[in-house]
């Protein structure tokens, strides 16, 4: 097989362009919601929504690098409904707090 020849479509026309290492997430273009959590959760349990879920359609995220988007698209493919929505949860700690933390930091790793 040759060498490839490929040319990469960046969002800016700036060629000094690249994607930045931290991507500061508008949590005013997510959407977050709370549920009741499954597992241990002593007495809290069933009574307090401590699951974080948060979803936005990929393509649509313009906070986002169009590059980042597409490789999202083509990497988590599994965690993207039929409408184009990236859904991640969280229901690792006994708090809300803490599950809205991890789950922004696994938006954050991810991106």
Known sequence: RGVQNFRRNFSTKNDDWVV???VTIPEDKI?????RSSGAGGQNVNKVNTQVIIRFHVMDANWLPKEVRQRIKDNEGNRINKEGFLII???EYR???QNRKDVLDKLQELI
Do not use: R
């Open 31 to 35: 959407e977050m919601t709370f549920a």
């Open 20 to 22: 930045p290492n931290k």
């Open 95 to 97: 708090t809300q707090a």
């Open 89 to 91: 949860n969280s229901q």
